[in-house]
């Protein structure tokens, strides 16, 4: 797990299993403000996302352990993790993908091929825009 503490624009839990990936985020959020965590698998990103509590949740779908969409429906059992916004950043672009996870909870749907990282701060930045309406 690494961790940036930014006292700013929100609390990011990033929960990818590529590395690389993973780390091209958190520096990009960091540096943009953002309080960053990075979880490797599904089944430590759940822990962290009970334990943290964060804004938003950047989920892959498929990782060891646990993939993205069992994360979600864990998240479905707790009342309390509702207000989290999950983006699920991904190359699985099937369409049984996005019916589990809107099945699931309400989420935004993101292709990591299709977006740049400055894009995906602005969703972010979009969602927490309606989240503290």
Avoid: C, W
């Avoid at 780390?23 to 089944?43: M, Q, R």
């Avoid at 292709?111 to 927490?128: A, C, F, Q, R």
Wanted: hydrophobic share 40%.
């Amino acid at each position: 797990m690494n961790q940036r503490n930014n006292k700013g624009k929100g609390k990011i839990l990033i929960i990818e299993d590529d590395k690389f990936i993973g780390e091209i985020y958190v520096t990009k959020l960091a540096a943009e403000g953002f309080d960053v965590s990075l979880a490797e698998d599904g089944e430590e990103g759940l822990e962290m996302i009970k334990s943290e509590m964060p804004d938003v949740v950047l989920l892959d779908v498929l990782m060891p352990k646990m993939d993205g969409l069992e994360v979600l429906e864990e998240m479905k059992k707790i009342p309390e993790l509702d207000t989290i916004k999950v983006i699920m950043l991904t190359n699985a672009n099937e369409e049984e993908f996005v019916k589990r996870a809107n099945a699931a909870r309400k989420v935004e749907y993101l292709l990591k091929s299709g977006h740049t990282p400055g894009e995906v701060v602005e969703k972010i930045e979009d969602l927490l825009k309606e989240k503290n309406k």
